[in-house]
């Protein structure tokens, strides 16, 4: 199910603009608007209606898979991206192959970066009810793994077969549906476990929990530090994430499975991205929008704070190395301006 958020209800919901007149007006597409992109891109349509750089009208609940290719494409504005799927554009490969090699890469080079931040980590969990064992227990069962086309699709694929070397159809059955329908797919039972991205606290989690206490598993120290994870980490948009457990959010309900006091998952970074014709001064004005509201942005949900708006250093942002993507030279200069640093290689 899609849900749109009309531009001027942005505005008229926030009460920011009275009686101003925005310069432009912009599409943008996002995930479940209780997910960090879909809060991100929320938020953000709201900052720019603040500053009166643009009025968004902004449709949550899509498949980011699809809005990096309508970005691209011209079709929509802005998009959350996670980064690993203009990557796999650019070869034409997973879920673009059908692009071709030329076409997929002719798109890519369409795509520019606003700003980024840590969209998830990717991680197993299940009703206690359930009596599920954890990564031993995917083999023959019923896995929950997101939408049916998408990168969070792949990262749970990715992440059973590197923990337990399972795969879907082979060794285990998936469960796909769009994200409208993920909290009703947790709570029906259709599923014996989930493989989901998840925040810090979850939203999609907090809303499940209704039905239940629930129990998260963390990575496995041996193949988290192992040379299959390493290699996997260096695909654009993943980065191996650490955590202490006492600060992933969670007060009642859940359950911390960990060989230590840390929970480790496969991190999904990425941003919003718009397309490369966007003008230096709508892609400037909106990032020092962004810029200017982060404390507002990172205040909009609990998992808001440490999912890494406002970063620009690689090792967090993911930029440069094999992602092909690069700031829009208007979001460079208002970075710059601000005070902050650009790695000239993601410029």
């Known amino acids: 199910m899609r849900k749109i958020l009309a531009a001027v209800s942005v505005v008229a919901m926030t009460g920011f603009v009275t009686g101003a007149h925005a310069v432009v007006n912009l599409t943008a ?37 699809n809005s990096v290719q309508n970005v691209a494409e011209g079709k929509s504005d802005i998009a959350a991206a996670p980064f690993v799927l203009p990557f796999l554009m650019s070869r034409a490969v997973g879920p673009y192959a059908k692009l071709g090699k030329e076409k997929g890469a002719e798109l890519t080079s369409n ?10 980590c990717q991680g197993l969990y299940a009703y206690d009810s359930s009596s599920f064992p954890g990564y031993d227990g995917i083999k023959d069962a019923t896995i929950f793994n997101g939408p049916p086309r998408g990168a969070a699709l792949t990262n749970a694929r990715d992440l059973v077969r590197l ?8 060794d285990y059955t998936g469960v796909q549906v769009n994200w409208g329908q993920a909290v009703k797919t947790i709570q029906d039972g259709s599923a014996d476990a989930f493989v989901l991205p998840m925040s810090f606290p979850d939203g999609r989690m907090t809303a499940a929990l209704s039905s239940g206490d629930m129990t998260i598993w963390s990575m496995p120290i041996t193949a988290f530090n192992g040379e299959q994870f390493g290699k996997f980490t260096k695909r654009p948009g993943t980065v191996a994430v650490t955590l202490p457990i006492n600060e992933m959010g ?4 859940v359950s911390i499975v960990s060989e230590d006091d840390n929970f480790r998952c496969p991190g999904t970074v990425g941003g919003e991205i718009v397309n490369t014709s966007m003008s230096f001064d709508t892609a400037k004005g909106l990032t020092k929008a962004f810029l200017d509201s982060l ?46 640093s650009i790695p000239d290689c993601a410029k």
């Not at 923990?163 to 082979?170: C, I, P, S």
């Open 295 to 340: 404390d507002d942005i990172k205040a909009k949900a609990p998992f808001m704070a440490n999912s890494w708006h406002g970063e620009t250093d690689i090792a967090l942002t993911d930029m440069c190395g094999l992602n092909p993507l690069k700031y829009h030279p208007g979001a460079v200069a208002a970075w710059e301006e601000a005070g902050y």
């Open 163 to 170: 923990v337990t070397g399972l795969e879907e159809k082979k």
């Open 250 to 253: 969670w007060k009642s309900g």
């Open 111 to 120: 795509l520019a970066v606003l700003y980024t931040y840590r969209i998830a």
């Open 29 to 65: 597409e996002t995930a479940s608007p209780t997910s960090a992109p879909g809060v991100s891109v929320v938020a953000f349509a709201e900052a720019a209606a603040k500053h009166n750089v643009a009025d968004m009208q902004v449709t949550t609940g899509q498949t980011l898979t």
